[in-house]
């Protein structure tokens, strides 16, 4: 079997690898960067940082903050225009997985001057772009190491998936300190949806040595870090292992491919507004529960390296380990359920089907080690419903 092994052609890694910024940007002969920055950061004076260090290297650049959360065709447009209209010749994507997404995204339209609902799956778009330096300021989406993206289409509320080598960034600068200031919810959020990578990763079809190394890494961090660091936010030692942690998840899902999760997962974001990484933990234990008995061993390495189940457990403990812990998870951080959220229950129950079309079609389900019909999918968002 031949493994294609994707990654960004330099990963900085490290408390203050901020400062090594510049010289990144220098080898990849980024002269002119667009920097496309989360507004909320930058209103938080998080982005000073990055810019005194652009400023101090005498890099000229260009801030675009106009980024919103779960990134539309209209955000990725404008981003686009002013790369092409600043004569940028590099994005810095700097944020949570909005902006980043954003960037590549940006950086791809912007080179190959196509409109990106051209540039979606089933297409993989592999064309050279124009380099992104990713700089994550969550421990979670793993964008600063994927060749993915989403993007929403504005007019019918898609999640739009552009898959490809032309989004991986070129290099990621990965400075567990931006996490510092992170609120709990956050956190949580993003942590559950590295922990959602690294599970579909390791569960995967397309699952390989390689990934899965990464995976039970992550696994292995996230398991033991998660908790403190929602709850001892200043903790840099358990911030500095969710970093990794979500960094090294994101290695394994670029590698690999998410799966069932996340296909179900993305049209209750994009109906209901829920943030990613909730809508992954709302689905966690219903789609494990469906999905693990077709592969029983990755689901219980997965909950060996979780912490959640003993090397000496048998396979099925091991398994309902797992299930009965992303119950746990849940409750201890707080994750709403649907009805909780203030999703309204008759329309998410009239939406079941165009949901479950909508997962089908986002292609991820058919990675599933068990194979969902539209139906199964159907009774599985039932069966994650809680009253
Ligand atoms: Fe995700």
Not at 121 to 144: F, L, Q
Not at 253 to 280: E, K, Q, Y
């Amino acid at each position: 079997m031949i493994n294609n092994i994707l990654t960004p052609r330099r990963l900085v890694v490290g408390g203050g690898s901020i400062e090594q910024l510049p010289q990144v940007l220098a080898q990849l002969g980024i002269k002119r960067p667009l920097l496309v920055a989360d507004p909320n950061l930058v209103r938080l004076g998080l982005s000073t940082r990055v810019e005194s260090v652009l400023r101090d290297a005498g890099v000229s650049y260009t801030l675009f903050t106009d980024v919103v959360e779960d990134p539309t065709d209209a955000c990725v447009n404008a981003a686009s225009a002013a790369i092409v209209e600043g004569d940028h010749d590099g994005v810095i994507g700097f944020g949570g997985g909005s902006a980043i997404d954003t960037a590549k995204a940006a950086a791809v339209v912007a080179t190959l001057r196509q409109p990106i609902r051209s540039l979606m799956v089933p297409r993989i778009v592999d064309e050279a772009a124009m380099p992104v330096v990713a700089i994550p300021t969550t421990a979670g989406t793993g964008s600063e190491v994927t060749r993915a993206c989403v993007v929403t289409d504005s007019a019918s509320h898609e999640k739009m998936l552009i898959l490809g080598m032309s989004c991986l960034p070129a290099a990621a600068v990965v400075d567990f300190e931006f996490t510092l200031s992170c609120p709990f919810r956050v956190t949580a959020d993003t942590g559950l949806d590295a922990l959602t990578h690294a599970l579909e990763a390791l569960v995967n079809r397309n699952r390989n040595p390689h990934a899965d190394a990464f995976a039970l890494s992550a696994l292995r961090l996230i398991g033991a870090h998660l908790e403190t660091a929602c709850f001892e936010p200043a903790n840099r030692a358990a911030r500095e292992a969710m970093m990794l942690g979500a960094t090294h998840a994101g290695l394994a899902v670029s590698n690999t491919s998410t799966a069932l999760v996340h296909g179900m997962s993305r049209p209750i974001g994009a109906f209901f507004h829920v943030p990613h990484g909730l809508s992954n933990a709302m689905l966690l234990a219903a789609v494990t529960e469906f999905s693990a008995p077709a592969a029983p061993a990755p689901y219980a390495a997965a909950a060996r390296a979780l912490g959640w189940a003993k090397e000496s457990d048998a396979e099925t403990d091991a398994v309902a380990a797992l299930i009965a812990g992303f119950h746990r998870l849940n409750s201890v951080l707080k994750v709403p359920t649907p009805a909780a959220f203030g999703i309204d229950k008759t329309r998410y129950f009239e939406l079941r089907t165009t949901m479950a079309t909508q997962a089908l079609q986002s292609g991820t389900p058919a990675n599933n080690p068990r194979l969902a019909t539209e139906q199964d999918i159907e009774a599985i968002y039932a069966a994650a419903w809680v009253d």
